[in-house]
């Protein structure tokens, strides 16, 4: 699970037998968080990252006294990030939490909740390649009166590429964009638990 607050599990139901889950981040700026499991289990651990990064290093007695960076990695088979960027910040959007993760066949979404206003979702195809995103009507609602406040682009869909750019998927050592190939970003379990790093595997 992620290291900090998680929302309710949910199934995704994929022909997979994947399942999910996501929350908010506390090591990583509390970005909001999906993670992917295998056989509808979702298992416990420690989700990526595994130490406190050099720009939390003055919450860091705070941080150790509630996220046991010494228990064992839970090796999800994938981990999505959606980063809080600079204009949520300046939005004064100050938390993200996935709060729900659904699938079909072909296509997995996270619902993620910027603030307490504001609900994105993001459509991914069963490789986890990102081919949709569409905010919810309360955003497109206010994005007039955001554009003349200077929170975000003239055009939505601009805004809708700087959230585009900021996914990221955890490749078993940091967080990449990918290098823009198709193919799956799921991990590849190494045989020993514990805190073996796990390798990321594409499709052929």
């Known amino acids: 699970m992620p290291s900090g607050r998680k929302s309710s599990f949910t199934n995704l139901n994929s022909t997979d037998g ?19 499991s295998e056989g509808g289990r979702l298992k416990s651990g420690l989700g990526p990252p595994y130490s406190i990064s050099d720009d939390l290093k ?47 066949e072909d296509v997995i979404s996270a619902a993620v909740q910027y603030g307490r206003d504001y609900l994105i979702r993001f459509y991914f195809d069963p490789k986890l390649e990102l081919r949709l995103i569409k ?7 206010d994005y007039g009166r ?18 585009r750019s900021e996914i990221s998927y ?10 823009g190939k198709e193919g799956s970003y799921f991990l590849k379990a190494e045989p020993t638990a514990m805190m073996a790093k796990p390798a990321l595997r594409r499709s052929a």
Do not use: C
């Open 18 to 36: 994947l399942s999910g889950s996501g929350g908010t981040n506390n090591l990583l700026n509390d970005d909001a968080i999906m993670l992917v």
């Open 135 to 141: 905010p919810g009507p309360r955003f497109i609602h």
């Open 58 to 104: 003055s919450k860091a007695d705070i941080l150790n006294a509630f996220i046991p960076l010494s228990a064992p990695r839970a090796g999800q088979k994938a981990y999505i990030r959606f980063k809080r960027h600079g204009l949520a910040r300046v939005m004064g959007i100050n938390f993200m939490n996935v709060v729900e993760a659904t699938a079909s």
């Open 146 to 163: 955001l554009v003349e406040e200077k929170h975000v682009p003239p055009k939505i869909e601009d805004y809708i590429e700087i959230l």
């Open 170 to 179: 955890w490749n078993g050592e940091s967080w990449s964009k990918g290098s």
